[in-house]
C-alpha cells in the first residue's frame, strides 16, 4: 500500500558520467519487482533516461514524467508523490537550478562518483549543496555518496576513505564496474531483470536495502549486519 507522502530520492552531482542514470534506473527496476509502486522523473536535459524508458522493457513498466522546466519540477515531484511508494528523480550531469530545487525537495540525495579525485571533488561540493539545501527549507535532507563504476577494490578503499574524511557519509553498498550495467542500459533494464542470479543483480539489492534502511522503510537492519552482506557479494 502506498504511503500517504512518498519518499523522494534524487540522485545528482554536477559530475557528468558519475553513473545518476544507471542508478535510478537499476533501482527503479528493483524496487518495482518488489512490488513497490515506482515512479520516475527525468529531470536532465540529455533524456537519458527517458530514452531508455522508451525501449519498452522493465523500465517502461513504470510511470515516467521528463521535466525540463525548473519551475515545474517541485509541483510535479509533489504530485506523484501522492500516488506512489517512492519518486525517483534523475538530474542533469551539470548545475542547474532544476537540480537544486529537486534536492530541495528530497528525503535523500544519492551522490554517485567514480573513484578519481575530480569525482570525489565534485561529490564533496554536492554535499554541501544539499545541506544548504536543508538549511534553507529548514527541513532534514539525507546525503550520501555511493561509489559506482569501481574497478579495484584497493582504490574503491581509498576513495572511500577519503569520501569519509570529506564528511559526505558514504553508503556501505557500491556499485563496481561490470559489463551488465552497459548492457542494461541498451534494453532499459537493469541487472535485476537481465540476470537476476549476477553479481551485478546482488549489488543493486544491497543498495536497495541501505537505501530502504536509510529511508527508514526498512526495520530490523543493522550497519553490522549490511557491511557483513557487502563483504560476501
Request: with cysteine.
Amino acid at each position: 500500500m502506498a504511503e500517504a507522502i512518498a519518499k523522494v530520492l534524487v540522485a545528482a552531482t554536477a559530475k557528468g558520467g558519475a553513473g545518476k542514470s544507471t542508478t535510478i534506473a537499476c533501482l527503479a527496476v528493483h524496487w518495482h519487482q518488489a512490488g513497490r509502486d515506482i515512479a520516475l522523473i527525468d529531470a536532465d536535459p540529455n533524456r537519458t533516461l527517458t530514452r531508455w524508458h522508451a525501449k519498452g522493457s522493465a523500465l517502461s513498466r513504470m510511470n515516467l514524467q521528463t521535466v525540463l522546466d525548473e519551475h515545474e519540477i517541485v509541483g510535479v515531484i509533489g504530485d506523484l508523490a501522492h500516488d506512489h511508494d517512492l519518486v525517483l528523480v534523475d538530474c542533469a550531469g551539470f548545475g542547474n537550478q532544476a537540480m537544486v530545487f529537486a534536492i530541495g525537495a528530497a528525503n535523500l540525495v544519492l551522490i554517485p562518483a567514480m573513484t578519481d579525485e575530480a569525482n570525489l571533488f565534485e561529490a564533496a561540493r554536492t554535499h554541501k549543496l544539499v545541506a544548504s539545501a536543508a538549511q534553507l527549507t529548514r527541513r532534514t535532507i539525507a546525503a550520501h555518496t555511493l561509489l559506482c563504476r569501481v574497478k579495484r577494490s584497493a582504490i574503491a578503499t581509498h576513495a572511500r576513505e577519503q569520501l569519509v574524511a570529506l564528511k559526505t557519509d558514504p553508503l556501505i553498498a557500491q556499485l563496481n564496474d561490470r559489463v551488465i550495467y552497459q548492457e542494461a542500459t541498451f534494453h532499459g533494464s537493469s541487472p535485476t531483470d537481465l540476470a537476476p542470479s549476477s553479481l551485478a543483480a546482488q549489488e543493486v539489492a544491497l543498495l536497495a536495502e541501505e537505501l530502504e534502511w536509510r529511508l527508514h522503510v526498512r526495520p530490523g537492519m543493522t550497519e553490522r549486519s549490511l557491511v557483513r552482506r557487502v563483504e560476501l557479494t
